[in-house]
């Protein structure tokens, strides 16, 4: 096993910078098709908003460690009443878990194991989240400014988008007349 030597990484709580970074990725709006419950919604918003960024991803990745980190910067906004969300997902190593740290912004992290249980935990600034190993996961930007938070996660877990693209999370988190509502996920099955 090689030697590793301790790295200091600068991480900006509010534009979500990290320090060196090793990687990093947008998501549009164009590439999460099929991810929100409004198909039409979706489209119109591509349309009128000209496939606004939703989420960036930028990580540090130590060549031969076995964790890694990074942080996601999720822009407020909403598809029809549904707020930008990430696409969600499993770890493809069911073993692995994984722990989100909010560093600005206010947000709902959703949580559901295969047997059916969901969970919501809220993010906001100084909370962190544990996500246990074979829990899918996906944030939620539910406030009006960006959410930023920091993620740790081993080399090793992977992503697993097929179900949930497949058929979506069992509930839908969306903005009823102002206030942030969790409902049933009609589509679901
Ligand atoms: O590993 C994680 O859980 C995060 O880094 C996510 O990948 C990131 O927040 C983007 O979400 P998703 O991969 O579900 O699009
Ligand atoms: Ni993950």
Same mark, same amino acid.
């Given at each position: =096993?090689?030697?590793?030597?301790?790295?200091?990484?600068?991480?900006?709580?509010?534009?979500? $910078?990290?320090?060196?970074?090793? !990687?990093?990725?947008?998501?549009?709006?164009? *590439?999460?098709?099929?991810?929100?419950?409004?198909?039409? #919604?979706? #489209? @119109?918003?591509? @349309?009128? *908003?000209?496939?606004?960024?939703?989420?960036?991803?930028? +990580?540090?990745?130590? /060549?031969?460690?076995?964790?890694?980190? !990074?942080?996601?910067?999720?822009?407020?906004?909403?598809?029809?009443?549904?707020?930008? =969300?990430?696409?969600?997902?499993?770890?493809?190593? @069911?073993?692995?878990?994984?722990?989100?740290?909010?560093?600005?912004?206010?947000?709902?992290?959703?949580?559901?194991?295969?047997?059916? /249980?969901?969970?919501?935990?809220? =993010?906001? *600034?100084?909370?962190? $989240?544990?996500?246990?190993?074979?829990? #899918?996961?996906?944030?939620?930007?539910?406030?009006?400014?960006?959410?930023?938070?920091?993620?740790?996660?081993?080399? +090793? #877990?992977?992503?697993?988008?097929?179900?949930?693209?497949?058929?979506?999370?069992?509930?839908?988190?969306?903005?009823?007349?102002? +206030?942030?509502?969790?409902?049933?996920?009609?589509?679901?099955?």
């Amino acid at each position: =096993m090689s030697e590793l030597n301790p790295t200091q990484v600068s991480i900006n709580s509010d534009t979500g $910078a990290v320090s060196p970074e090793t !990687g990093r990725y947008i998501k549009h709006l164009s *590439e999460l098709e099929g991810i929100y419950f409004d198909g039409e #919604a979706w #489209a @119109r918003t591509l @349309r009128e *908003e000209s496939d606004p960024v939703v989420y960036e991803v930028v +990580e540090f990745k130590k /060549q031969g460690s076995d964790l890694f980190f !990074g942080t996601t910067t999720m822009q407020p906004g909403k598809v029809g009443d549904e707020y930008y =969300m990430t696409r969600g997902h499993f770890h493809e190593d @069911r073993t692995k878990s994984e722990v989100y740290c909010t560093l600005s912004g206010r947000g709902l992290l959703l949580l559901e194991n295969r047997q059916g /249980q969901c969970e919501t935990v809220e =993010m906001r *600034e100084g909370t962190c $989240a544990f996500i246990p190993p074979d829990w #899918a996961h996906r944030s939620i930007n539910c406030g009006s400014e960006p959410l930023v938070f920091s993620w740790f996660c081993s080399v +090793e #877990a992977g992503h697993d988008y097929g179900q949930i693209l497949k058929q979506g999370m069992r509930k839908l988190c969306l903005d009823r007349d102002g +206030e942030v509502e969790m409902v049933d996920n009609p589509n679901f099955n």
